[in-house]
């Protein structure tokens, strides 16, 4: 007998690291890190942020 495989819930499509990513509205560092199997400390890297609770609408991040 077969178990049904654990339902995994969808986070969305992970960005494309060589494709920057615009922030939207109700976006957090946090979640856009763990769409795109990262970090919120590497994000901040990346992207020079010094408080990852303040990201702005309209900015562009990048992943790599």
């Known amino acids: 007998i077969q178990t049904p495989a654990p339902k995994v819930p969808f986070?969305?499509?992970i960005q494309n690291a060589s494709m920057p990513y615009k922030v939207v509205r109700g976006d957090t560092l946090g979640a856009i890190a763990?769409?795109?199997k990262t970090t919120v400390s590497i994000l901040q890297k990346l992207n020079n942020i010094r408080d990852a609770n303040k990201i702005q609408v309209g900015q562009t991040l990048r992943f790599s």
């Open 11 to 13: 986070i969305g499509p």
């Open 34 to 36: 763990a769409k795109n």
